[in-house]
Structure formats: C-alpha cells, structure tokens
C-alpha cells in the first residue's frame, strides 16, 4: 500500500507500486516530493544540459514504476521525454534529479526549477551593473548631440520600477527622451514586460521635467533577437501622444539598431477552427457519463475533437481524450486525472483515489469554501471565467450570450496565445474580454495583444471561415476590448497605460464586485475620455 497526498489531504492506494528499486526513489516518494515542491510555484521550469526544456506552466508529467524502475514522462505540445531516476535532492529553489536517459548508462541531470530566473541575487546584480556603462556609451554613440542623464535601476514601489529596468533620460537643450533598458540576461517574460515600465517611465519624467523640458517620447532598448512582442505591442500605442523609439542592443559587441514599429504587416499570427461540440461530446459520451456519475454539475469543455476538459469552477481535474496504442495502431479513449501538471490515466486501480480528489474538490471549491485551502485558491482566474462564460450578460448587456468562445487559441510565431473571452454584441460587433481575479500592472497591453490579433483575423475574414459565430455575418467594426477584474484589484497605473493606446482601440474597464464568486456584479466602468495625450 502507498499514500499519496493531494494538497495536505491524504489519499491510500492499494495498487502497490513500490518497486524493487535498488536506488533511493520510488514513484509515490518521487510524486510526492514532486507536488510538495511545486506547490504554489507559478513559473516552474524543467531545465536539462543547462536549457529550459519544459514550462510547466503548459506542460505535463506523470510517474510510473514500469519494469522495476521509477520513470518520469514529460511532455508539452513540442516535445516529450522519458528518464528514469535514480535519486533526488532538494537545494533551496531546485529539485535535482539524477535520471538516466533510455539505453544509456552515464546518469545526467534533470532540475525543477520553482521560478525561470535560475540566478542568483547577486548574479541578477552583476548583470544590472555590467549593463549600464555597456549601454551608455552605445547611447552616446547612436545619439550625437544627446547627453545621458544618469542611468538607475533603483527600486521604486511607489510607481512600480523595478531593479530589472534600466531607467533614464536623453536630454538635448529643451528637449528630453525617456530611456528603459533590459538585459540580455533577464528572461523573456521581463523583456516583454519592459513597454509597460517604458510608459510608466515616460509618464514620470514629464511630470518630473514639465517645468524644465519636453520630453518627446521613448526610446526602449531590448536584447537583440527577442523584441518581437514589444514590436508589436508598440504599434497600438497612440502615434502622437509620443515618439515612440524601439531599440535592439546585441551585448556581444555593444551594437544598438533601430527597428520599425510601423509594420503591422509583422503581426504572424494564426486561428485554431473552432470545435463542433455535439460531435466531441458524442464521442465522449461514456467519458462524460463516467465524470458525472462522480461530479453531476462538473463542466465539460471541449478543447479539440480529440480532448475534453472537465472542470469544478474552472479547475481542471481530469481530461478525456483518444489515445493511440503504438504496438497497435488502434486509437481508444483514456481518462487522465490530477490538478496539476502531474497526471495520471484512470484505471480501476486508482479510480477510488481519483473519486476522493474529486469529491475533495467539490468539498473545497465553492464560494463558501475554506479560503487558506489550495484548493480554493488555486486557478482563480478560471473560476472567473467559468462564471462570466456561464453568465455573459452580467458583464454587458450588449453581449450576446448564443455564442461565448472562452481560451480561444491564436498563435503568433512561438507564442501560443489563448484568448480568455471571444463573443460579440448584439450587433454583430465582436468582443474580446481579458480577465484578471488579481492585480496585474500588465492588463491592459497583455488586452492589447489579443485585440490586435482578432482584429488581424477579422480584417481577413478568418472567424467566418473557421466556423465562429455560425450564421452571424459579424460586424465591420474593430473589436471591443473589455479588460475585467475585481474593483479592488484594478492596478492603479491601468489609467495611465491605457491614455498612451492607440485611439482606434475602443476599450472598456469593467471593475466587478469583490465578491465575483457569490456573483457577478460590474460596480464600475470606465471609457476612454478620447482626448489626446500632450506630448508637451
């Protein structure tokens, strides 16, 4: 017998596969170690040879103990890989695991990392510190005429600057241009945050300098090779509010090159047909029975022709799906269970540990539910969803509530966006809705790149194609942009960014009720007052 915990809630499995392992791991002591480590972290990692290999956040694993041997599958939608391990060590923020690879003998190792950033404090401040003389003297090259004003990656809270960002001004008489800077060490979710702090930024030296000089705009420096997003995003934003400057720096040999932010022509980006429901759940028809002979009110959401989710206020504990025995050829239907990126297939040895985790997540996850339980606290944002898609109008009462598309897949190059809300008024005009349970400076420009993508496959004529909103022809206006999040959990430089937006971008701030899980209730909104930012 093992005992296998799902969130501090112990649950005992007869199927015994303590294995005679001549080595210090066993599937349940790994899995358990496992789920402990990873226990609230939000942007774990699994790093091999030195390189990220899986983001958790959109990846999988599961433990078996085939063949005598602990063996750990990890897989995403690019890759997946089987090692075997033989041992595990914590160290502070990394789980190492020493693993072999099939038909090799020489171990190697495998690290859960609990955050991307793998630094050390002081290996973050050696980079942040060798970056500013780099950048000064490339800036005093590129900018004859200008002089640098001191450069600073000193905290500021207050108006949420970050050590991260380099941050400061080019002045030539009158006139100023604000400057942020990242470096090539920071990670891409950094790098893609920089515009965000570039405004914030831009805003604050007007305010500082407004008596002095003009600060004309922005000049935002990003590594070389990784400015994709930012490009992007910088191409909504409003074209006389500011000069609006994009930089890449390649830190090799101190080289700073200007890119053109006008090309919207840039935006790659493609849909995902949408699913024929009744033709999924048909399929899925025992799958569903099953589930809900556990869960009656369960969600089922179909994802794909070939993958069902089933879910209790947005969390995900099981999904359906057709699998494909190699040895065979021959497709059949599996069920996969766990609240996590552990899981496991459904077989009649755990079928009663999966009914406890379900009947545990019913127990937990209501409105009235123990609040300190992870449980309840896990995945609030689909929680949200789950509510808004179920209840439509609650937010608008323009939305029609026939047709409500939620985690929309829209890719651009290696960016595997979802979008949270897709649905139209009832005017035919579309609607893309972007929910946060929590506050996040990053709304409104993370709105922004979901808007310009279904505006880009409107414009194409692409959600008729692909079979959304069947026998509606939809409106020719530029989407709505709705950005949603508890009234209290407004980031309070949401205002601010949202000014800097291009004015073909109708967008909405709808603030709702803090108490969203009893009901949803918009207790404000907010418009743009569309008048232009001053650039003096």
């Keep these: 017998m093992k005992t296998n915990q799902f969130l501090g809630t112990a649950v005992t499995d007869d199927s015994s596969d303590g294995v005679n392992n001549p080595y210090n791991v066993t599937p349940a002591s790994l899995s358990q170690m496992l789920s402990d480590f990873l226990m609230g972290a939000r942007a774990a990692v699994v790093v091999e040879d030195g390189a990220i290999a899986f983001d958790l956040a959109e990846s999988k694993y599961s433990i078996s103990g085939e063949y005598n041997k602990c063996l750990l599958h990890l897989w995403s939608s690019e890759r997946n890989v089987v090692r075997r391990v033989l041992d595990a060590e914590v160290k502070a923020t990394t789980l190492r695991l020493q693993v072999q690879r099939i038909g090799q003998n020489r171990p190697t190792w495998l690290d859960f990392c609990r955050d991307r950033d793998q630094r050390s404090p002081a290996a973050r401040r050696g980079a942040r510190v060798a970056y500013e003389p780099r950048l000064r003297r490339a800036l005093e090259r590129n900018f004859p005429g200008w002089t640098v004003v001191r450069l600073t990656t000193g905290m500021d809270l207050e108006r949420s600057f970050g050590p991260a960002y380099l941050r400061g001004l080019l002045r030539q008489g009158q006139r100023a241009l604000a400057i942020v800077g990242v470096n090539d060490q920071e990670t891409q979710a950094t790098v893609d945050g920089a515009l965000t702090v570039g405004i914030l930024w831009l805003e604050a030296c007007r305010l500082a300098q407004r008596e002095r000089r003009v600060v004309e705009g922005l000049a935002m420096i990003v590594p070389k090779g990784r400015a994709t997003l930012a490009r992007q995003r910088m191409a909504y934003l409003h074209p ?297």
């Design 240 to 536: 006389t509010a500011a000069k609006w400057q994009l930089h890449e720096f390649d830190q090799r040999d101190d080289a700073l090159a200007q890119l053109d932010i006008n090309d919207r022509g840039n935006l790659a980006t493609r849909l995902v047909h949408s699913v024929d429901e009744g033709q999924a759940r048909d399929r899925f028809a025992e799958s569903i029975a099953r589930i809900r002979g556990i869960l009656p009110r369960s969600d089922v959401v179909v994802l794909s022709p070939a993958l069902v989710s089933f879910r209790w206020h947005g969390l995900e504990f099981a999904q359906a799906r057709i699998a494909h025995d190699p040895r065979s050829f021959q497709s059949t239907q599996e069920i996969a269970f766990g609240v996590g990126p552990e899981e496991r297939v459904l077989d009649a040895a755990n079928e009663a540990q999966f009914a406890d985790l379900v009947r545990l997540a019913a127990a937990i996850r209501h409105r009235d539910g123990p609040k300190n339980h992870a449980l309840w606290r896990m995945h609030p944002e689909g929680w949200l969803e789950s509510l808004v898609v179920g209840n439509i109008a609650a937010l608008d009462g323009r939305l029609r509530p026939e047709f409500v598309y939620a985690q929309v897949p829209a890719f651009a190059a290696a960016d595997r966006a979802m979008i949270d809300i897709l649905a139209e008024t009832r005017e035919a005009r579309l609607a893309v809705i972007e929910l946060k349970a929590d506050e996040d400076i990053h709304l409104p420009l993370q709105g922004v790149d979901y808007w310009s993508r279904v505006a880009w496959h409107q414009s194409r004529g692409e959600f008729a194609q692909f079979g959304y909103f069947p026998g509606r022809e939809i409106a020719p206006q530029k989407p709505l942009l709705m950005l949603v999040a508890p009234a209290l959990h407004v980031h309070p430089t949401t205002d601010t960014i949202l000014r800097y937006l291009s004015p073909e971008i109708d967008w909405e701030v709808l603030g709702i009720d803090e108490h969203w899980r009893e009901e949803i209730r918009v207790v404000f909104r907010k418009k743009p007052a569309r008048v232009p930012v001053c650039a003096a």
